[in-house]
């Protein structure tokens, strides 16, 4: 029986090093191309804007594929979709490596969203099937701080590279990795099973991505110009039609591409619906700080960079302890007070100047940066507290939809804070630091709302977790 138990460990440990392994590469890559696009649109003889298209394309393919991962997960097996995703994103980052024109990236980058699609739903599908619930807390923390570290030092990182290599080298890191992936997962993740012979819900797949690709096409929109602000509105409009639809058509359909059922646990609903508000809010802090503090602050690129580290600094720092706090508070007090203090640390970015001491301004990006990591790792774990195995997949899937659609929504929420804030400050600069004050403001009551949330959990949600 020991025997048994210490090669189910080892397991576990090789599970939640491959998928927390896919999570920073994948997180990585939707952050690094932003600062390398300048030098990319060089090479290909275009300009930036143009190849704008090919972040674009990124995300609307997530967009339309992560609904689908779950359903191929139970029909082919998540170790071997595990591995086959892998296989595909490695292949489209060589791709954009060496591709020599905007058009081949553009496809490249398709390719590569496919199999992100399922990298990230799968791989976290692998960790709950392969960990004991008491064990969970401490897994989901591990797998996922690699992919918060990587949102955060993508953009400087991305920088950093283009600046003394090539733009290239960006793309063709994730080989090696991407390698060790595949040998990883053929040799030491074990077999799943396939769970499920139901029929492709094409209904739901055509509804699920008209929705949640409209909802970050017109987030986009609107984070970009005032002159897109109509589009972005009526995008917006038609994604919550589609979603309307897609939640009916899902209440009816004997097996559903996404199951809304899971939603019914509040341990889960209360990670969608205020674990959304939560993440809007932190996701609008990649956007705003690097362009305060060197649109409005005047920094270097590099001076920037460094001092947003200390975002990083502060996720990571924070994982040692954030099992300990749990299991003693309890998910309902960790999350309320937390969210508290995320909101917190928002607010305390809207007082900084541009004579603000570089050592003030690291000390709240690093306070910011603990408060988000302990908040995802509550959220990521709670979850799938009171999950049945047999729903792991398709909670895995909506959950993996709806982070997709947040971190699209923050991204936007932050541009179009800063841009409202011009309007109502008008005839000042665009990058005032006012107008950055009252954009943090903002959504630091977004992240403080989500508190109320928290707070209505039942007093003993997640215990199962905790033992």
């Known amino acids: 029986m020991s025997d048994l138990t210490e090669r189910n460990s080892k397991e576990s440990f090789w599970i939640v090093v491959i998928v927390a392994t ?4 994948e997180n990585l890559d939707s952050t690094i191309i932003a600062t390398a696009l300048p030098q990319m649109a060089r090479s290909f003889g275009v300009g930036a804007s143009s190849l704008s298209i090919g972040m674009s394309a990124y995300m609307v393919t997530l967009a339309l594929f992560i609904p689908v991962s ?31 024109d905007a058009t081949m990236f553009t496809i490249a980058r398709v390719l590569q969203g496919i199999g992100g699609a399922a990298m990230v739903p799968v791989g976290r599908l692998l960790v709950l099937r392969s960990t004991p619930k008491r064990d969970l807390i401490q897994a989901l923390a591990t797998v996922t701080l690699p992919g918060l570290t990587a949102t955060v030092i993508g953009p400087p990182l991305g920088g950093f590279i283009t600046t003394f290599a090539s733009w290239r080298w960006i793309f063709l890191l994730n080989l090696p990795l991407g390698l060790l992936g595949i040998l990883l997962v053929a040799t030491v993740v074990p077999y799943f099973a396939a769970q499920d012979s139901r029929r492709f819900d094409w209904l739901g797949f055509f509804l699920s991505g008209a929705s949640l690709g409209s909802l970050l096409a017109g987030a986009e929109l609107l984070g970009r110009d005032p002159g ?12 919550v039609v589609f979603g309307y639809l897609l939640f009916r058509h899902a209440r009816r359909h004997r097996s559903p591409l996404i199951d809304y059922s899971v939603l019914r646990f509040p341990t889960f609903s209360v990670t969608v619906i205020s674990g959304s508000m939560t993440r809007v809010a932190i996701g609008a802090v990649p956007f705003l700080i690097p362009l305060l503090l060197q649109a409005s602050f005047g920094m270097s690129a590099f001076k920037a ?24 508070f309890g998910f309902r007090s960790t999350m309320t007070a937390n969210a508290i203090a995320v909101s917190l640390t928002l607010a305390c970015c809207a007082i900084l100047s541009s004579g603000s001491s570089p050592i003030l301004i690291f000390f709240v990006l690093f306070l910011g940066g603990m408060a988000r ?16 195995p047999g729903q792991m997949s398709s909670a895995s899937t909506l959950y993996s939809t709806i982070q997709q659609a947040a971190m699209g929504m923050g991204i936007a929420m932050g541009a179009l804070a800063l841009q409202w804030a011009g309007r109502l400050n008008a005839g000042m600069s665009r990058y005032a630091v006012s107008n950055f004050r009252m954009a943090f403001l903002f959504i630091a009551v977004i992240a403080f709302v989500s508190a109320f949330g928290y707070a209505n959990l039942p007093q003993g949600a997640g215990d199962k977790l905790r033992v």
């Open 22 to 25: 896919a999570f920073f590469m």
């Open 70 to 100: 779950g359903w191929i997960a139970d029909r082919c097996g998540a170790r071997a979709v595990f591995g086959v995703a892998i296989a595909i994103f490695t292949l489209g980052s060589a791709l954009c490596g060496l591709t020599s």
């Open 228 to 239: 897109s602000a109509a589009i972005g509105l009526a995008l917006f409009a038609i994604s």
């Open 305 to 328: 960079g460094v001092l947003f580290l200390a975002f990083a600094a502060g996720t990571v720092g924070i994982r040692a302890v954030t099992t300990r706090i749990v299991k003693r």
């Open 373 to 388: 990591s302990m908040q995802f790792a509550c959220l990521n774990s709670l979850a799938f507290a009171d999950i049945e």
